[in-house]
């Protein structure tokens, strides 16, 4: 079946860089759909940060944009988040999900189990 | 963007009752809503796509209805395993997605 899996330091300084990557299993990422990512602030909500199409096409939640990159590698079946200039407020559980369509509606059917970062100095 | 609104925020329920969760979208978003279940610790689940339309696996007790910008979520006779966390998300713009707050259910 088709899995999700989520990596990448789980503290990041202040100011830098947060980098994470997420490995697909069962599915070749090539063979269609988003890929996205999601994060949740300890007690708080789901933020959805971006979506990659299979394809390369990349889409930002606008209040991130700035400090997004969303990049798809399929030769290894994976792809990955950066998220620059990170403060406090970024920390959180990052997930993975994959973005199904069915007709012309598109829901996020598998997810990945999260993953914590951290900000901190 | 549009925004998502889910009432109540948090809902105290007994085993066997039937719960209702709305959810309320800036704009009319047809019937691009899907909702999700979030255990603590865990990610989230698909319950209900296309308003209506049951995720393979889940117990038929849950179902989905509305369109435009009014939806709910029922959970006809409540079960010790559905006390969890429910948000929806539009997928009208897609793939920009937006969720609602949420909404937790908690036992009585």
């Known amino acids: 079946q088709v899995q999700l899996q989520e990596s990448g330091p789980g503290l990041v300084k202040p100011s830098e860089t947060l980098s994470l990557t997420c490995t697909v299993s069962?599915?070749?990422?090539?063979?269609?759909?988003?890929w996205g990512w999601i994060r949740q602030p300890p007690g708080k909500g789901l933020e959805w940060i971006g979506s990659?199409?299979?394809?390369?096409?990349?889409y930002y939640n606008p209040s991130l944009k700035s400090r997004v990159t969303i990049s798809v590698d399929t030769s290894k079946n994976q792809f990955s988040l950066k998220l620059s200039s990170v403060t406090a407020a970024d920390t959180a559980v990052y997930y993975c999900?994959?973005?199904?369509?069915?007709?012309?509606?598109?829901?996020?059917?598998?997810w990945g189990k999260g993953t914590t970062v951290t900000v901190s100095s | 963007d549009i925004q998502m609104t889910q009432s109540p925020s948090s809902l105290s329920a007994s085993v066997g009752d039937r719960v209702t969760i709305t959810c309320r979208a800036s704009?009319?978003?047809?019937?691009?809503l899907n909702w999700y279940q979030q255990k603590p610790g865990k990610a989230p689940k698909l319950l209900i796509y296309?308003?209506?339309s049951l995720q393979s696996g889940v117990p038929s007790r849950f179902s989905g209805s509305g369109s435009g910008t009014d939806f709910t979520l029922t959970i006809s006779s409540l079960q010790p395993e559905d006390f969890a966390t429910y948000y929806c998300?539009?997928?009208?713009?897609?793939?920009?997605?937006?969720f609602g707050q949420g909404t937790k259910l908690e036992i009585k």
């Open positions: 069962g599915y070749s990422i090539s063979s269609g759909y988003y």
């Open positions: 296309a308003a209506s």
């Open positions: 704009q009319s978003i047809s019937s691009y």
């Open positions: 998300q539009q997928s009208y713009s897609t793939p920009r997605y937006s």
């Open positions: 999900a994959r973005n199904i369509q069915y007709y012309y509606y598109y829901y996020m059917d598998v």
């Open positions: 990659i199409y299979h394809s390369g096409s990349t």
